[in-house]
């Protein structure tokens, strides 16, 4: 697709975005569902600015995706109820701990920059599981809640409304992507291209890749913990599973199924990701099974993804 | 305090037998293959639940035997369907394929024995003190440890002084040059998934009885078991090993005195080791990009 194609079809997205919560219920849609769909799909996302954008393969952001919801939920149950500070706080936790890990981990390549996320992710999930006091251990956080939140004089009620709770998840969602899109379309953005292309050669222009990397890995980051705090707020829960390394995996898995290759692919990703599990353990409660078949499946035969393939029949 | 002390670092060294074990073949694969086997905990389970099936037939010893080279021949067909196709293709698409399948593997033990743990019996004797001073040294204890040594004492034998052996160590170094000598290494890289796979079914023997079984049994250990390799160093067989041990000893130590804080301690050291010496001890600096 190019120019006035594409926008058409980002416009079109646009509008069945909106019109969701009025459109879903006429199919037996439940909104929550949609709202969940769009947090994950922001995650995944985030991490394709990693993986797809980047070349670099994380396989433990779901640490990220935890510390945004564990942040958010803790400052809402121990400190002030009020929840743009919690969100802020949230993202905060997930970001700094992003910028820690980074620089930790910036000059590792390939496996090894993989293996050792995948270590680092299991941190965050063994604190949550023991740390009972504080993070409430294998039962997560429950029981809080916050502030509704100002945009002048009106108020969003996002914890007893479901629609308003949608809107201000969409909105999120559309400036994160749009921040994500300019940064790809950025001189900077363009950098980190350049080094998923070619490393060497990126070096040999004056590149500091290690640096690029990590600023990458921050940016993901961020993302990916404003997508968990959003989760916690959807769920009103902090779930330690959040944190498990099956969720990084998850996150990976969406961004296959939708398309590495592709900015909105991974939304698509977390749509049928989603719908997958739904549908599944609706007949049977080994959905496990089937959803480790179906990856592998995808992985096999279709390894660009839904999006991916259909774009490649398209050109030709 | 005395006997304290030695009490947890025998734990340690026990737990860090498991994590020794699982850590090899985990780093015997990726070292070849650049596959990091996310369902190597998968195998692990599924060879306790073997022998734990075939036990009353067999007795304990034989299904020590027999469970994990039953595993490994899972292990093999599994490689020749589903990993050789990634070969060659970006690590992502072997690392999301293992995934799946410890999903598959985790979810098929449910089905298969059930959600519920299952206790898994040991011989009598085995159960047992060795001596009356040391009241915790039990003979399942010294047994783990025996078996331990043994199984990496075969293994490096087998890498340093058979064929197959040389040409998978051949093979880490450069895989298309042992191409070109002549070696057929579709079978090369199956035999060597293989002894990874039954690697981690032994471990999966061990484990099932001291934690009984359980359909998750493999992920408390292959955690630790990547970190053991990178504490160790990528690339490096005796660096998995002494990280696997180090790991464990720690581990054992603190947990005696810290209870939640053992494996936190495992995780710490992961990270003064990225802080200081980011191959890990022993792995080397070129096999690390």
Same mark, same amino acid.
């Given at each position: 697709m190019n120019g006035p194609a594409k926008s058409l079809a980002v416009v079109g997205l646009l509008a069945l975005l909106i019109s969701l919560p009025y459109v879903a219920p006429l199919f037996g849609i439940y909104i929550g569902l949609v709202t969940r769909i769009i947090i994950l799909g922001l995650g995944a996302v985030a991490l394709n600015f990693l993986? *797809?954008?980047?070349g670099v393969v994380s396989f433990g952001h779901a640490a990220f995706f935890g510390l945004g919801a564990y942040g958010t939920a803790m400052v809402l149950k121990y400190?002030? @109820?009020s929840t743009p500070l919690a969100i802020i706080l949230g993202v905060l936790l997930g970001t700094l701990t992003a910028v820690l890990v980074g620089a930790l981990i910036q000059q590792l390549r390939g496996i090894y920059f993989a293996v050792v996320t995948i270590a680092f992710g299991q941190i965050f999930y063994y604190i949550a599981m023991q740390w009972h006091t504080v993070t409430g251990g294998d039962d997560g956080l429950t029981n809080w809640s916050g502030s509704p939140i100002g945009i002048g004089s009106m108020k969003l009620h996002i914890f007893n409304d479901e629609v308003a709770l949608y809107y201000f998840v969409l909105v999120i969602f559309i400036i994160s992507v749009a921040i994500i899109s300019l940064l790809l379309k950025s001189p900077f953005g363009r950098i980190l291209l350049a080094i998923r292309e070619n490393e060497l050669r990126s070096s040999f222009l004056g590149v500091s890749v290690n640096r690029y990397i990590w600023v990458s890995f921050v940016i993901s980051g961020l993302f990916m913990s404003v997508a968990g705090s959003l989760y916690a707020l959807l769920n009103n829960f902090a779930d330690p599973h959040t944190l498990h390394w099956t969720m990084s995996g998850d996150f990976v898995m969406m961004i296959i199924l939708g398309g590495?290759?592709?900015?909105w692919g991974p939304l698509l990703g977390a749509l049928l990701f989603v719908g997958l599990q739904d549908v599944i353990s609706s007949y049977t409660e080994h959905w496990m099974f089937v959803i480790g078949i179906i990856f592998m499946i995808i992985v096999l035969?279709? @390894?660009? *993804?839904i999006l991916g393939s259909l774009s490649l029949r398209l050109k030709k | 305090m005395n006997e304290l002390l030695l009490l947890s670092a025998l734990n340690g060294l026990v737990i860090g037998s498991f994590y020794a074990l699982m850590a090899l073949g985990l780093s015997l694969i990726i070292n070849l293959?650049?596959?990091?086997?996310?369902?190597h905990g998968g195998f692990l389970a599924v060879s306790a639940y073997l022998a734990y099936s075939m036990s009353p037939y067999v007795g304990f010893w034989g299904a020590l035997l027999i469970a994990p080279i039953l595993t490994a021949v899972v292990g093999l067909m599994i490689e020749s369907v589903?990993?050789?196709?990634?070969?060659?293709?970006?690590p992502l698409y072997s690392l999301l394929l293992t995934f799946g399948l410890a999903y598959v593997l985790q979810d098929a033990a449910q089905f298969i024995w059930g959600a519920q743990s299952l206790p898994f019996r040991i011989p009598q004797w085995l159960a047992a003190p060795v001596s009356n001073s040391y009241f915790f040294v039990t003979g399942y204890r010294v047994l783990m440890i025996v078996v331990m040594v043994v199984a990496v004492g075969i293994l490096f034998s087998t890498l340093y002084h058979t064929r197959l052996g040389i040409r998978i160590r051949a093979g880490t170094l450069d895989l298309d040059m042992v191409a070109a000598s002549g070696v057929n290494i579709r079978i090369l890289r199956n035999l060597n998934f293989g002894i990874g796979v039954y690697l981690a079914g032994v471990a999966g023997v061990l484990a099932a009885g001291v934690i009984g079984l359980q359909p998750a049994m493999g992920e408390s250990i292959i955690m630790p078991s990547f970190v053991a390799i990178i504490v160790g160093g990528i690339g490096s067989l005796i660096g998995t090993v002494i990280g696997g041990l180090l790991i464990g000893v720690a581990a054992g130590i603190v947990g005696m005195f810290f209870p939640s804080a053992a494996e936190l301690v495992i995780y710490l050291m992961m990270v003064i080791v990225l802080l200081f010496r980011p191959r890990g001890l022993f792995g080397q600096k070129e096999i690390l990009l």
């Open positions: 993986i *797809g954008f980047t400190f002030v @109820p590495i290759r592709s900015l035969y279709f @390894p660009r *993804g | 293959t650049k596959v990091i086997n996310f369902a589903a990993i050789r196709p990634l070969y060659g293709r970006d």
